[in-house]
């Protein structure tokens, strides 16, 4: 499911229009984005949670040529499943 997918979904399930639907799912995101950047968390009950994770700098190995290269410190977004979603899907 893509993204006007969703929209279109969640238009039909909350009898509003496809434009409102859109506003509200930008609004969701954009929600969750500045909530993470801030290093909050999203915790929506029965869902799942959004939060941020952070990896530490460290070293790799280039494949090719063996050579040390060093990797650099990210934050990366990380979602947890809730358990009622997880009891949907079983």
Do not use: W, Y
């Not at 494949?63 to 990797?71: A, L």
């Amino acid at each position: 499911m893509n993204k006007k997918e969703l929209v279109a979904a969640i238009a039909e399930k909350a009898e509003i229009s496809k434009k409102d639907a859109e506003k509200a799912l930008d609004a969701f995101v954009a929600s969750v984005v500045d909530e993470l950047k801030d290093g909050g968390k999203v915790q929506l009950v029965g869902f799942g949670t959004f939060e941020v994770s952070e990896r530490e700098a460290r070293e790799g190995r280039n494949p090719r040529t063996g050579e040390t290269i060093k990797i650099a410190a990210v934050k990366a977004p990380k979602f947890k499943a809730g358990s009622a979603l997880k009891d949907a899907l079983n």
